[in-house]
């Protein structure tokens, strides 16, 4: 059974700073490109960041500069370090693995709202 167990949102203040994780299971991790995406309501789930299995990355413009995508393929997670948040930010992350566009596997989502 596949699981993506997303942690590490919350509510914090605009330029504070939040790290997503995701946990996989029941996957080949260090074989799936590795993504967050978000949702902001009454908006389209949007691509914010992107790792693919030899470590290259690609960011939405909007958090260029800002966000950071890791992996640690030996704890089979990956993260999302998010500094400089802005209220636009505000949305439910959510963790996508993708092997070849065969199998997409998605988390449950982690609401982060950036609000004073």
């Known amino acids: 059974q596949v699981q993506l167990v997303e942690s590490g949102g919350g509510l914090v203040h605009p330029g504070g700073s939040l790290r997503l994780s995701c946990a996989a299971s029941?996957?080949?991790?260090?074989?799936?490109?590795m993504a967050w995406y978000r949702q902001a309501p009454g908006q389209q789930r949007e691509l914010v960041a992107r790792i693919i299995t030899g470590g290259s990355t690609n960011y939405a413009d909007s958090v260029k500069d800002r966000f950071t995508i890791t992996r640690d393929n030996a704890k089979n997670t990956v993260y999302l370090q998010m500094n400089s948040l802005k209220p636009e930010d505000t949305a439910v992350y959510y963790c996508n693995a993708d092997l070849n566009h065969r199998f997409t596997y998605w988390g449950q989502g982690t609401q982060v709202t950036v609000s004073s």
């Open positions: 029941g996957i080949s991790f260090r074989l799936y490109d």
